[in-house]
């Protein structure tokens, strides 16, 4: 993260994909999403909104892309589905984000056999389409 605010300075652009991990199917994060998700949506906003403001103090200019979690596998994905995608999305508007819907993307091109080490972190084969569609979406968005 201090790498990133070193870094604001000199580029147009940052992507940020926060959530996959805070998503995890265990008692804890399960508990929160499920019986306190408000809780889970305070820090999330703190967290990203604090990192926006950093950024563009830094760099007023800054184009910041917000992308939602990528498809995972498993009883995971009820978490993503039901408390993380919906309110990664509402905070675009909040904070005047770029959006991209990685979920959508890897759903339809990343299938769980030959792209993901587990149910939740693509392989090689899965962060190789990743980047190839990153790269087309910002070489259209900077044309």
């Not at 300075?9 to 508990?31: E, F, H, K, P, Y």
């Not at 703190?46 to 184009?63: A, F, G, Q």
């Not at 995608?85 to 299938?111: H, I």
């Amino acid at each position: 993260y201090e790498r990133l605010l070193e870094l604001a300075g000199q580029t147009d652009v940052v992507l940020i994909m926060l959530g996959s991990n805070d998503g995890s199917w265990t008692d804890s994060v399960n508990a929160l999403l499920q019986d306190r998700p408000e809780e889970f949506q305070t820090d999330f906003r703190l967290n990203l909104t604090l990192m926006v403001r950093e950024l563009r103090k830094r760099n007023p200019e800054i184009r910041i892309w917000l992308f939602n979690a990528p498809v995972c596998f498993g009883a995971r994905e009820q978490n993503f589905q039901n408390y993380i995608r919906p309110f990664q999305k509402a905070m675009v508007d909040e904070l005047e984000l770029e959006w991209y819907d990685m979920y959508g993307f890897t759903k339809a091109n990343l299938p769980q056999s030959t792209c993901f080490s587990d149910g939740i972190h693509p392989n090689s084969a899965g962060y190789r389409k990743i980047g190839e569609e990153v790269a087309r979406l910002l070489s259209e968005s900077f044309q």
